[in-house]
T-cell receptor
Framework: AQSVAQPEDQVNVAEGNPLTVKCTYS??????LFWYVQYPNRGLQFLLK??????LVKGSYGFEAEFNKSQTSFHLKKPSALVSDSALYFC?????????????FGTGTSLTVIP | KAGVTQTPRYLIKTRGQQVTLSCSPI?????VSWYQQTPGQGLQFLFE???????NKGNFPGRFSGRQFSNSRSEMNVSTLELGDSALYLC??????????????FGEGSWLTVV
């Protein structure tokens, strides 16, 4: 069975500091991992994904994520946080055993960037 | 290119009524999936349609149904509404179905309140 865990409900970081939002996964076979961001009263916006290849994936708005197979993790990172990065972040996984586009989402991490 | 369009954005229904939500995918996308988002349960997969056929179904009662038209537009219907159906209903589209690295792109969602 596929699943994703986001161990932190809330992350606070000062503006200009690096940020990390954590995600661990469980999947049969090779994982396809995604990060989405949700601003208040909006849908989810795609940030980046890992399919294969380089373990460091670069995405939108300066975000990047590091895939670590041995630790089954896919943490989202940004070198310098902006106040506008404050939002709800979701990690998602889609395993290769799935015949469709059923994504399994984590419970979300609320990021607050403090000015 | 226009994004995923969902209508209506907000609606209030009375318990026992039924509701139909509409989703127009990104032009050229043939797969449409639906998710329910609530504070308590997070994001839960409802179903996915591809080529007018339901390909995947989540663990929801039969009151939740959907369909897809030949132009890839999709509708979901909830009958005999319950208070617990109050949620943000998100539609997502992708180019193809059944490919691991496919990205799904979300609409802004339809906020349903059942009173």
């Amino acid at each position: 069975a596929q699943s994703v865990a986001q161990p932190e409900d809330q992350v606070n970081v000062a503006e200009g500091n690096p940020l990390t939002v954590k995600c661990t996964y469980s999947v049969s076979g090779n994982p396809y991992l995604f990060w989405y961001v949700q601003y208040p009263n909006r849908g989810l916006q795609f940030l980046l994904k890992y399919i294969t290849g380089d373990n460091l994936v670069k995405g939108s708005y300066g975000f990047e994520a590091e895939f670590n197979k041995s630790q089954t993790s896919f943490h989202l990172k940004k070198p310098s946080a902006l106040v506008s990065d404050s939002a709800l972040y979701f990690c998602a996984v889609r395993g290769t055993t799935n015949t469709g586009n059923q994504f399994y989402f984590g419970t979300g991490t609320s990021l607050t960037v403090i000015p | 290119k226009a994004g995923v369009t969902q209508t209506p954005r907000y609606l209030i229904k009375t318990r026992g009524q039924q509701v139909t939500l509409s989703c127009s995918p990104i032009s050229g996308h043939r797969s449409v999936s639906w998710y329910q988002q609530t504070p308590g349960q997070g994001l839960q997969f409802l179903f996915e349609y591809f080529s007018e056929t339901q390909r995947n179904k989540g663990n929801f009662p039969g009151r939740f149904s959907g369909r897809q038209f030949s132009n890839s537009r999709s509708e979901m219907n909830v009958s005999t509404l319950e208070l617990g159906d109050s949620a943000l209903y998100l539609c997502a589209s992708s180019l193809e179905q059944g490919m691991g690295g496919n990205t799904i792109y979300f609409g802004e969602g339809s906020w349903l309140t059942v009173v």
